[in-house]
């Protein structure tokens, strides 16, 4: 493929003129998008319950929050790190099914700008930087990390077997809610379980969204999905699975004695879930996209609030 082929490539859920289009070499390129680098929502989703857990542990530590402002910047370096290895792994998978579908077919391994030895060879390099990342916890920590590549691997092959890989894809992403917790105390405890238990429904409830894009070529080449499954049932799905998060979390603050401000945090984002219930339209991908890239702004309320909450209990 030539330079100019290589400009010319469009990745649909991709924001046009970012940072690795209008920055990077034209060779680095389809790594960054293999990593999903232009794609950010992904690292945004799976830090957020990291951040949400660590800043409750150091509340209900009595510390200031979050306990260490470096575990939240090693939490933003594993993310990033993991996120992209996790995509990577998934197209080296995925790579026949990428082909087939209309907005993944110009990925970089379908599209044939990368090579498959190469995507491994990046993977590699991605993992040993998240691995870097793990070592700096403690040893209990570092088992219950290593924990999270079960569901990781197997996430992939879901969609071939059930209508709900969204549920695996929950169990991986969400993992961070117990990460968080286990770096502060050492173990885990009712509130790290009660979060990641949140995050799984929220992350089933987003992906099914974002499914929503993909269902009419996932039914030509007969994939499950949730949105497939759920079709026009979509919204009371999403009702029942963010309610039961956000009541999850809030169960979870009690016992972790959070106060006024982290609630407040709570009241945001179940009321930015809400305006997600009210917008959804099955039949409009671009919006289904937004509301699903939302869910960043939904996470950080959350995250707010918790900090906020801690650092007034400093005072």
């Known amino acids: 493929?030539?330079?100019?082929?290589?400009?010319?490539?469009?990745?649909?859920?991709?924001?046009?003129?970012?940072?690795?289009?209008?920055?990077?070499?034209?060779?680095?390129?389809?790594?960054?998008?293999?990593?999903?680098?232009?794609?950010?929502?992904?690292?945004?989703?799976?830090?957020?319950?990291?951040?949400?857990?660590?800043?409750?542990?150091?509340?209900?530590?009595g510390q200031s929050t979050p306990s260490s402002w470096y575990y939240a910047l090693l939490f933003f370096v594993g993310a990033v790190a993991m996120r992209g290895a996790g995509c990577t792994y998934n197209d080296i998978v995925d790579r026949d099914i990428d082909a087939a579908v209309a907005r993944t077919r110009t990925r970089p391994i379908p599209s044939g700008r990368v090579s498959r030895s190469a995507a491994a060879a990046f993977l590699v390099l991605q993992a040993l930087i998240g691995l870097a990342v793990l070592l700096q916890f403690d040893r209990f920590s570092i088992v219950l990390g290593f924990c999270?590549?079960?569901?990781?691997?197997?996430?992939?092959?879901?969609?071939?077997?059930?209508h709900f890989p969204q549920i695996v894809l929950g169990l991986?992403?969400?993992?961070?809610?117990?990460?968080?917790?286990?770096?502060?105390?050492?173990?885990?405890?009712?509130?790290?379980?009660?979060?990641?238990?949140?995050a799984i429904l929220w992350t089933?409830?987003?992906?099914?969204?974002?499914?929503?894009?993909?269902?009419?070529?996932?039914?030509?080449?007969?994939?499950?999905?949730?949105?497939?499954?759920?079709?026009?049932?979509?919204?009371?799905?999403?009702?029942?699975?963010?309610?039961?998060?956000?009541?999850?979390?809030?169960?979870?603050?009690?016992?972790a004695d959070a106060k006024i401000v982290a609630f407040v945090g709570l009241a945001g984002f179940a009321r930015q879930l809400a305006w997600q219930v009210e917008k959804f339209d099955a039949d409009d991908g671009a919006l289904c996209l937004r509301l699903?890239?939302?869910?960043?702004d939904a996470g950080l309320i959350l995250t707010a609030g918790l900090i906020i909450d801690g650092l007034l209990k400093g005072l």
């Open 1 to 61: 493929m030539s330079t100019h082929d290589s400009d010319e490539i469009v990745i649909p859920d991709a924001k046009r003129g970012n940072w690795v289009d209008r920055w990077l070499p034209v060779a680095l390129r389809p790594y960054a998008q293999l990593a999903r680098w232009d794609r950010p929502i992904g690292w945004w989703l799976l830090l957020l319950p990291c951040w949400w857990s660590l800043a409750l542990a150091s509340g209900a530590a």
């Open 148 to 162: 999270s590549l079960v569901p990781v691997a197997i996430y992939p092959f879901m969609k071939r077997i059930t």
């Open 172 to 198: 991986s992403f969400s993992w961070g809610a117990l990460m968080g917790w286990s770096v502060v105390f050492g173990r885990l405890d009712p509130p790290a379980f009660l979060v990641y238990a949140a």
């Open 204 to 255: 089933f409830a987003y992906d099914t969204i974002y499914a929503h894009q993909d269902r009419e070529d996932d039914a030509l080449i007969d994939l499950g999905s949730t949105a497939r499954y759920f079709e026009r049932s979509t919204p009371k799905l999403l009702t029942v699975c963010y309610g039961a998060a956000v009541l999850l979390i809030g169960l979870a603050f009690y016992l």
């Open 292 to 296: 699903f890239r939302s869910n960043r």
